[in-house]
C-alpha cells in the first residue's frame, strides 16, 4: 500500500512540473481556440518545450495506474490533492504568478487534508476494487462529460462578451476538472483490466470494456479544451481547481462505481470523509474573479 502513496506522490510531481512546462510554452504561442481542435494540436506540436511538458504529464498518468492498482480511489484523490502546494510552488517561481490570501488559505487546507487521508489508511482494511460493471460506468460518465462540455461552452460564450468582468478561469476549470474525472474513473478501470493472463488476454479485457474508449476521447477533448483554458488563465488558479473537481468526482462517485468500501473504524472512517470535505472547500474559497487592472 505504502508503495501506491509514493507513486501518488511522484505522479503529482510530474503533473505539476508538466502543466507549469505547457503554460510557459502556450505564453509564446499564438492564440488557441478549442472551436478549432486541428489547429489546436498542430500548433502545440510544434512547441518543443510543450512537448517536453506533455511527456512529463504522460509519465504522470502510467504513474496513476500503479496508484489504483495499490490505493483505494478515495484516498488515492487526497493525496492527488497535494499536488496542488508543488503547482503553486513552482507558479510563483517559474511563471511568476502570485497566489491571493484566500488561495495560499487554501493552500493550508489541502495540505491538512492531505495529512488526514493519508493517516486514514489502513492495509489490512482497505480493500482496492479490480473494475465495475460497464453499464454502471457508462451512466455515471456519459452524463458528466455532457455537462463538462456544455459549461465549457456556456463559459467561452461569456468571455466573448464585451466589459465583461476578467475571469481567472474558475468555470474553465471546473468543465476540464469533470473530463479529467471520467478520465480518472477510466484510468481505474483499465488498471484492473491489465492484470494476469497473457497479454492477448489483457488486451481483449480492455477494449471489451468502456474504459480505452472513454479515455481516448477526454485525452483529446481535454486536451483542447484545457490547453485553450491554460493559455487564457492562470495555471496557480485553474489548475487546482481541475485538481480539485476531479479528485473529489472521482472520490465519491468512483468509490460508489467501483463498489469500493469506506473504513470500518469510526477515526479513520471521520479522517477519510473530513480529509475530502476538507478539499472540497478549497473550491468555496476561490475567488471567481481576478482584480480589475
Not at 484492473?192 to 479515455?215: D, Q, W
Not at 476538507?278 to 474559497?285: E, I, K, N, Q, R
Amino acid at each position: 500500500m505504502w508503495w501506491g502513496v509514493a507513486a501518488a506522490l511522484s505522479a503529482n510531481v510530474l503533473y505539476s512540473v508538466g502543466f507549469v512546462l505547457e503554460k510557459r510554452a502556450l505564453g509564446g504561442l499564438p492564440a488557441l481556440s478549442a472551436g478549432r481542435p486541428l489547429h489546436v494540436v498542430g500548433v502545440l506540436l510544434a512547441s518543443p518545450l510543450w512537448i517536453a511538458g506533455s511527456l512529463a504529464l504522460a509519465a504522470g498518468f502510467v504513474a496513476q495506474l500503479v496508484v489504483y492498482r495499490a490505493l483505494p480511489i478515495a484516498a488515492a484523490q487526497g493525496i492527488f490533492v497535494s499536488g496542488l502546494v508543488l503547482l503553486l510552488l513552482l507558479s510563483s517561481v517559474v511563471l511568476g504568478e502570485q497566489p491571493s490570501g484566500r488561495e495560499r488559505y487554501a493552500l493550508g487546507g489541502v495540505l491538512v487534508a492531505l495529512l488526514m487521508v493519508v493517516a486514514s489508511l489502513s492495509e489490512g482494511d482497505d480493500v482496492v476494487s479490480s473494475g465495475a460493471p460497464g453499464p454502471r460506468v457508462l451512466l455515471v460518465c456519459v452524463p458528466t462529460l455532457a455537462a463538462g462540455l456544455l459549461l465549457y461552452g456556456q463559459v467561452e460564450r461569456r468571455a466573448r462578451r464585451r466589459h465583461r468582468v476578467p475571469t481567472n478561469g474558475m468555470g474553465y476549470g471546473v468543465a476540464v476538472g469533470l473530463l479529467y474525472g471520467v478520465s480518472s474513473l477510466a484510468i481505474k478501470g483499465a488498471s484492473g483490466r491489465l492484470t494476469g493472463g497473457s497479454v492477448a488476454a489483457a488486451a481483449r479485457s480492455l477494449f471489451g470494456s468502456p474504459y480505452p474508449y472513454l479515455l481516448l476521447f477526454t485525452a483529446g477533448a481535454g486536451l483542447v479544451m484545457s490547453q485553450a483554458a491554460l493559455q487564457r488563465c492562470r495555471a496557480s488558479l485553474i489548475v487546482p481547481v481541475c485538481t480539485t473537481v476531479t479528485c473529489m468526482f472521482t472520490a465519491v462517485l468512483g468509490t460508489l462505481t467501483f463498489g469500493e468500501r469506506l473504513p470500518d473504524d469510526p477515526l479513520l472512517l471521520t479522517l477519510r470523509v473530513a480529509g475530502t470535505a476538507l478539499a472540497l472547500s478549497v473550491l468555496l474559497v476561490m475567488p471567481r474573479h481576478d482584480p480589475q487592472p
